[in-house]
């Protein structure tokens, strides 16, 4: 039974509209839910549209795993500029023609941003540096320089090219690109790498997130639908967890042990994925992973 006063347990999938940030998402779902204990895995730049997973209640515990998963992205890239902040919100820091950069020099450039690579993230990230945002420094006129850290690029693919001349007469190239990478990859960042091999400079025009893990823009609800109707378009925790992970159905006993943090003898699923754990009635127990040959719980929901 649910305490009086607080709201849903579960995901709501938000196609986020351009212009606003992901903090006001979660306050606008905040008001709907009727709590405050929501919060959202993987942070949309105001620029960028498309799926935002925001958890109520019990399922904020789930964002931290969710946030691990490959996500998906639709993008333009615009070769020719540098701006400040990587994308089209920043000023134009150098321009430099485009017009001779040919299609080999594009593939062989995104080949060389594709697999398991070092990312500098964009000086305006949300990063944190000494317990401030790298963003907030960069506006504080402060030099920042990040550290590259390790991400994978598992598909850098252009859809279409488009050769533009700008206002100022500039010939600039767009780029229209899906990207599936891993957590933590900074979409600007691959914008502005891009451009600089290939010696003219880039930075990202638009973004639109279209998967999260298991969840697509087609399960995606945009705000003036929730607005109609919020209730009917929260997805229940455990549908939500068995959308995302790896199911293991458990007898009685073993969901007593689970339930009491009793390590038990894992599925022997092979897998470094969390597990997402059913009692018998089929309510969604716990988190689990498997750790030498037993179940280490990781959450618990009951």
Request: hydrophobic fraction near 40%; proline fraction near 4%.
């Amino acid at each position: 039974m649910k305490r009086k006063g607080t709201g849903p347990d579960g995901l709501v999938i938000v196609d986020k509209p351009a212009g606003i940030t992901s903090h006001t998402v979660v306050a606008r779902i905040r008001r709907l839910a009727g709590t405050r204990k929501v919060g959202h895995a993987g942070t949309l730049d105001p620029m960028a549209t498309g799926v935002l997973v925001v958890g109520s209640e019990k399922a904020t515990r789930l964002l931290g795993h969710l946030a691990l998963t490959t996500k998906t992205y639709e993008a333009t890239i615009r070769l020719g500029q540098t701006t400040v902040t990587d994308d089209a919100e920043g000023e134009v820091t150098a321009v430099t023609s485009a017009q001779g950069v040919t299609d080999e020099a594009i593939a062989a450039g995104v080949a060389k941003l594709t697999g398991d690579i070092e990312q500098v993230p964009s000086s305006v990230s949300a990063i944190k540096i000494d317990g401030k945002r790298s963003y907030a420094r960069v506006r504080e006129g402060e030099e920042v320089e990040l550290a590259a850290r390790p991400v994978t690029v598992s598909r850098f693919e252009v859809h279409a090219r488009r050769d533009v001349v700008t206002e100022d007469g500039t010939p600039v190239v767009d780029l229209d690109v899906t990207v599936d990478c891993s957590s933590g990859t900074y979409i600007r960042a691959l914008a502005r790498d891009l451009g600089a091999d290939l010696g003219v400079g880039g930075h990202l025009t638009a973004l639109r997130r279209t998967r999260v893990g298991a969840y697509g823009l087609d399960v995606a609800h945009t705000l003036e639908e929730l607005e109609e109707s919020f209730a009917d378009n929260v997805l229940p925790i455990a549908d939500a967890a068995a959308a995302a992970f790896p199911r293991w159905d458990v007898n009685e006993q073993q969901a007593r042990l689970l339930a009491t943090g009793v390590r038990i003898d894992a599925p022997g699923m092979g897998v470094s994925d969390p597990i997402a754990v059913f009692d018998p009635d089929g309510r969604f127990l716990a988190l689990i992973e498997e750790r030498g040959g037993k179940a280490k719980s990781l959450a618990v929901f009951v």
